[in-house]
């Protein structure tokens, strides 16, 4: 029975997965349909097309490319969570929740491209990014909680151990798991985005554009963390099982890609 339960979690991930990639397609392909098209009725000068396109399409093409990159760093952090191996149903049901509010990112963006100069249509859109964001957090500590539970279920005996023996040589490389290397990073890259629409929202009272640009510094922190974290992530020197090996280098590869793999032990 645990075999067909475990096998039939597996299936289910599989196709979470293949829903969660399409929901990201199509939510990036509807972005920039969100952008109006002008009619001849609305355009009968040059003025009143120089007037367009300053006051609307140069913004809604910056608020595209903006909103265009969140999503896909939202299903970069798919990509990355869906290698953690063991799931549940409660992960898998709240991946749902946040596909259904990733969903919302177009209508959230087609009402920027409209209204981007009002506090309350950019307070709105941050807001949306900050609870996907937070959703993601939510998914990978419940993630960490299902592949790690034995430290969790150890958690007292381990702080004991670790303060009344702390150099008598005990290794816990779950804990060590936990609290460095990789999943660290995942952390961080989680966190990013977070940062970046609570800033959004701050600025949102002071200047919507500001508040647009803001989303500009996830891009930018998630550089720097990966270029920052690589030396870091290095577990070579942690005596880990093969089950934990695994699980460090398939995340090391859907942050860094082929490279990380073949550096894994550098």
Known sequence: ILMVKKEFLSNLKDRHAAVTDGVFAI????????????????????????????NYLAPSILIYFVSFYLVYNFWENTIILFNIKKMNYLILTLNMITMATVCLIPFATGFLFKFYNYTNVNIFFSLLILIIS??????????????????FEKKDEIKTAMYNSFDDGIEFPNLKLYIR??????????????FTSLISLVLAFVSPLASILSFVLTLILVFIIRM???????????????????FVGNIKQSIYGEYAVNCYSC
């Open 228 to 246: 920052k974290r690589f030396g870091k992530d290095n577990l070579g020197d942690i005596d880990l099982t093969d089950e934990e090996k695994e």
């Open 134 to 151: 937070l959703l993601y957090i939510l998914m990978f500590i419940l993630l960490i909680r299902e592949n790690f539970k034995g430290y």
């Open 27 to 54: 939510a990036m392909t509807i972005l920039v349909l969100e952008i109006a098209v002008p009619t001849m009725v609305d355009i009968s000068s040059g003025v009143a097309l120089n007037k367009y396109l300053i």
């Open 181 to 194: 290397g990789v999943t660290l990073t995942v952390f961080y890259l989680l966190l990013a985005p977070v």
